[in-house]
C-alpha cells in the first residue's frame, strides 16, 4: 500500500495529519445541516433534512433502498441537483462556505479541488469521444496549472496509483474500450487529480463484480489512509458501508431514521428498518462486516 | 396522439394551414373566379377588383391559375410522401426480422439512394422517360425513403430488441397488445414525423421541377410555373412572385411545424415539455424564487 | 501492491508507445475499410440504374440524328456504330470500364466527349457548392451554437423561428428574391455570369455569392437545428456532470466535451446536404444564368441526350460519395466512440 504516496503526490502540500487521530475541533470539511430537498414537477418534498459533518479523513455512510434520496442529497452537496429539483430549507457548508452563496466560478473552483465525486455507471460519466489518459491531464493542466508533458506524466502515475495494469497503455485508450471495473478506477484517478479534501462515491461499487467490488473498495480505503481524503459513501449495500465507514446514516423514503458510528448501528440497531437491514445480512450476507475489529 | 398535437398551439397552426391548402387543391378548380387558361389584352395588369391578384404576360388571371395549380403540387407532394413511406417503412421494418442478408442488402440500397441526389435524378428521369410528373414523384419517392426505411428500422429495432417487450412476452402479452401498447408509442410518432418533413419536402421538389417547366404541358398552371413566367417580368410586375413563393414557404413551413408538434408531444421530449409546464406552474403558484440548489 | 513500482521499467514505455501507435493505425483503417465496403456497393448499384435508364427510355442516337423519318435499316446501322445491339450486360461493362478509366463516352448530340463537357460546368458549379457549404458550415454553426447556449430563453426562440424560416426557403424563392433585390433593384452584384477565379478574386466571388447564398439556406438551417439538438442532448449527459464534478469551467466543458459528442448529428448532415447541394444547382443555375454542372444536366435531359445525363449521374454520385468519405473520416476522429459497431 505504500505505492500511492510516491507516485500519486509527489508535490502534495503538506497537510494535518489524517485518520481517525483528529481532534474534534477540526473544521469540517463537509457539514450538512438539515437539508430537504423538493421536486418541482410534482411539488412534493422527497428529503426531508438529512444532517452530518465530515471531518478531514473521515468517511461518513449513507445506506438506503433506491428512491430513500440518498443520491438525491449527494447532488445538493455538490450542486448538481437535477432539473426541476431544488434546496428548500437546510444549509450545505463546504468548508465553512454555504454554498447558496457560491458564484458559478466559486464553484467551479471548488470542484475537483475541494470536493469531487464519483458515480455508479463510470463509463457515461467519462467523455466517449477523449481518451481516458487526456481527461485525467485535462482536470491536471486546469485545476493543478500543470503543463502538458507534465500532466501527462502525473496522469500516467495516477493510473498506476488507482492500480491498473499497463497505464501507459490504458492512458491512450477511449472508455468504450475498457471494462466497468478499470473504468471506475479511471473515474476515481480524474477525481482525485486534483487532491480533493473530501470525495463522495454515490454507488460507486454498485454494477462491479464481487472481487471489483472489493479492489474499489481497498483503494477507496487506501486513498483515504494514504491522503487524508474523506470521504461519503453512498450505498443500498450496508456491508459495503461498514467495510469503510465511521459513521453511518440510514434512509428511508427522503428521512434519516438511524445516524450514528459504524459500530453502535450495527450492533445496537434501534430502528425497525435497520434491524432488518442487518437481520438481512446476518441471513444472506458475508457477516464477516458485522466484526467490529474489520469496521473500524 | 392526434388530440396531443391540436392541445399546441403549433399544431393547431400547421393542422389548420395543411387544410386549407388541401381544399384548395381539392376545390381549387372549381373556386376559380376565371377560366386560368383564358388570355386576354390586358396583360400584366395590376391588383384589381376584377383580377384580385392582376394578370400575367398573356393576360390570364394569376389568382385562378393559382387555385387552379394547387391541385398539382398538393398531389405530387402527397405521392412523394406516399411512395417514400411505402417504399421506405416496409423494408425498415422488415429487415429487423428477415435476417442478415436482407438487412444487409437494404442498408446499402438506403446507403445508394441517400447518395444520389435526387433534383438530379427527377430531371433525368423525367426528360428520359418522357413527361408526367406521376413518373418523376414515383422515382423521387424512392429516392427520399432511406429516411423511412432508417426510422422504421430505427424504431423497429428499439421496440422489438428492448428489455421491456420481451418482458411483456416473458408475461404472457398477446402480440397485438404488444403492437397496440409499444409500437404505437415508439414506431408511429417518428413515421409521423417524418411522412409530415417529407409531404414538405415533396412540396419543394414539384415546385422546383415545375419552375424549371418539367414535367407539365406549358399552359397547364402550376406554382413553380407561375413564380418562373414572373421572373421574367419583373420590372413590370415586381410583387409578381410573392404571391406564388409565399405559398410554397407556407405550405412547407407548415408541414415542418406539424413534424415539429408530433416530436415534442410524443416520447421523452412529451415528457420534459410537461414537466416544464408542471414546474412552472407549480413554482409560479407558491411565488417562490428559483432556488440556488441546481446551480451549473 | 509492490508489484507496480516492478514494473515501471523503460523499456514498458516503448512498447506502450508502440502498442498506441498500432491502436491508432488499427482504427483509421478500420474507418477507411468501412467507408470503402459502403463505397463500392453504392458505386455499382448506382452506376447499373443509371445504366439501366438508356434501356428503360427507349431513347436512341438515331432519333437525335436521322429524325422521326429515319429508315429501320439507318437505325440499325447508327445503334450498331453506338454498340447499341449488344447484350445489355456487355454494354455495362465496356460502359463501366470506360468510366473507372475516366472515360463518359461522346455526345448523342454534338459528338464531343462528355468528360471534356462536364469538366468544363464543373468548376462553376464546384465554386458555388464549396461557397455554399462555407456560409452554411460558419453561420449554421453560430447560430445552433447560439441557440444552444440559452436553450429555451427568447435567443433560442429567435433563431428556432428564423431557422424556420430559412429552412422553408427554398432555393429558387431566395434565389429570385435575391436576384430582384441585390442585383436588379440595388445592383451590388452581377445578376447573372460567371467569372473563373484566374481572372480574378473579386469578380469571381461577386458571381458566386449570390448563387452560394441562394443555396446555403437549406444548410445552414440544417446544420443549425441539427447542432443545436445535440448540443442539447449532450449538456444532459453524465459525462456533462461528470466534468462539472471535476470542477472544469463551463467554457472548457462546453468546447472540450459537449461540442466534441454533440458535433455528429451536424457533420453527418453536412454529407446528407451535399446532394441536395448538387441537385439545387439545376434550379440556381438556370436563374443566375450559369453554364455550370445542373444547367448541363438539364439541357442534356432535355435533348435526350443519354450518355450526357449518364455522366452527369456517375459525376454527382462519385463527388457525392467522396464528399461523404471525408465526412466519416471527421466524423471517426471527432467522435470515435460512435464508429464503433456501425
Known sequence: MTTLSPNAAPERSPRTAPGPTDTPEDPPVLAVHDVRISDGVTDREIVHGVSFTL???????????????????????????????EVTAGSVEITGTDI???????????????????????????????????????????????KRREARHRAVALLRAVH????????????????????????????????????????????????????????????????????VVVSHDLAVV?????????????????????????????????RLLVAEHEQYGPDKFLDPEEAS | MVRRVLALTSGRIAVAVLAVIALLAVLGPWLAPQDPLATSDNTLAAASGAHWLGTD?????????????????????????????????????????????????????????????????AVAVIALLGNGLTQAMVVTGALVSPLFYRVARAATLSVARSPYVEAALVAGASTGWIIRRHVRVKVLPPIAVALAQTIGVGFVIVSSLTFLGIGVQPPQPTWGGLLASDLGYLSHRPWGPVTPALLIMVTVWACNLLADAIRDVSGEAGRALVNDRKARANRLAKGRPVSAGGAR | MTTT????????????????????????????????????????VATFVTFALRSLSGLSPARIQLGEEATPEAIQRIEA???????????????????????????WVNGADISTLIGLGLGVSLSIATFALLIGVVVGFALGTLAALRPTTLIDRGITGLVTVISVMPPFVVGIVLVAVLAVGLGLFP??????????????????????????????????????????????????????????????????????????????????????????????????????FGRFANDSAQAGDVPAVQGVLVVSIVLVVSFNLIVNLVLARVTPASQRGV
Open chain 3, 191 to 292: 445578376s447573372a455570369g460567371y467569372v473563373p477565379a484566374e481572372a480574378g478574386t473579386g469578380p469571381w466571388l461577386a458571381h458566386i455569392t449570390l448563387p452560394a447564398l441562394a443555396l446555403s439556406c437549406d444548410v445552414v438551417a440544417d446544420v443549425a437545428r441539427q447542432l443545436r439538438t445535440g448540443l442539447v442532448t449532450a449538456r444532459g449527459e453524465n459525462y456533462v456532470t461528470g466534468a462539472v464534478v471535476r470542477g472544469l469551467s463551463p467554457r472548457r466543458i462546453f468546447f472540450g466535451h459537449i461540442l466534441r459528442n454533440g458535433i455528429g448529428p451536424a457533420l453527418a448532415t453536412l454529407g446528407l446536404k451535399f446532394p441536395a447541394l448538387v441537385g439545387a444547382s439545376v434550379v440556381t443555375e438556370w436563374i443566375f444564368g450559369l453554364q455550370g
Open chain 3, 81 to 107: 456504330q453506338w454498340g447499341l445491339d449488344k447484350p445489355f450486360l456487355t454494354q455495362y461493362w465496356d460502359w463501366i470500364t470506360g468510366v473507372l478509366h475516366g472515360e463518359l463516352g461522346v455526345s
Open chain 3, 5 to 44: 513500482v516492478l514494473r515501471a521499467v523503460p523499456g514498458e514505455r516503448r512498447g506502450a508507445a508502440l502498442a498506441r501507435l498500432r491502436h491508432t493505425l488499427g482504427r483509421v483503417l478500420g474507418v477507411l475499410a468501412r467507408s470503402v465496403a459502403i463505397f463500392v456497393p453504392v458505386f455499382l
Open chain 1, 55 to 85: 471531518t478531514p479523513g473521515k468517511a461518513v455512510g449513507i445506506v438506503g433502498e433506491s428512491g430513500s434520496g440518498k443520491t438525491l442529497t449527494c447532488r445538493a452537496v455538490l450542486g448538481i441537483l437535477p432539473p426541476h429539483f
Open chain 1, 164 to 231: 491498473l495494469r499497463d497505464p501507459e497503455l490504458v492512458y491512450g485508450q477511449y472508455p468504450y474500450e475498457l471494462s466497468g471495473g478499470m473504468l471506475q478506477r479511471v473515474l476515481i484517478a480524474a477525481a482525485v487529480a486534483a487532491e480533493p479534501r473530501a470525495l463522495i462515491a454515490d454507488e460507486a461499487t454498485t454494477a462491479l463484480d464481487v472481487t471489483v467490488q472489493a479492489e474499489i473498495l481497498d483503494l477507496l480505503a487506501e486513498l483515504r489512509e494514504e491522503s487524508g481524503l474523506a470521504l
Open chain 1, 100 to 146: 447558496t452563496t457560491l458564484t458559478p466560478a466559486q464553484w467551479t473552483a471548488l470542484r475537483g479541488t475541494t470536493i469531487s465525486a464519483v458515480f455508479q455507471d463510470p463509463a457515461s460519466y467519462l467523455n466517449p469521444s477523449v481518451k481516458v489518459g487526456a481527461q485525467i491531464a485535462e482536470v491536471l493542466r486546469v485545476k493543478k496549472g500543470l
Open chain 2, 57 to 121: 404576360h398573356l393576360g390570364r388571371d394569376v389568382f385562378s391559375r393559382l387555385l387552379d395549380g394547387s391541385r398539382v403540387s398538393v398531389l405530387g407532394s402527397l405521392e412523394v410522401a406516399l411512395v417514400a413511406l411505402v417504399v421506405g417503412a416496409i423494408p425498415g421494418i422488415l429487415s429487423v426480422y428477415l435476417g442478415r442478408v436482407f438487412e444487409w442488402i437494404t442498408l446499402r440500397l438506403a446507403d445508394t439512394l441517400v447518395a444520389l441526389p435526387f433534383l438530379l435524378f
Open chain 1, 242 to 274: 461498514a467495510q469503510l465507514c465511521d459513521e453511518v446514516l440510514v434512509m428511508r423514503q427522503g428521512e434519516v431514521v438511524e445516524h450514528g458510528p459504524t459500530h453502535a448501528v450495527l450492533h445496537d440497531p434501534r430502528h425497525a428498518y435497520t
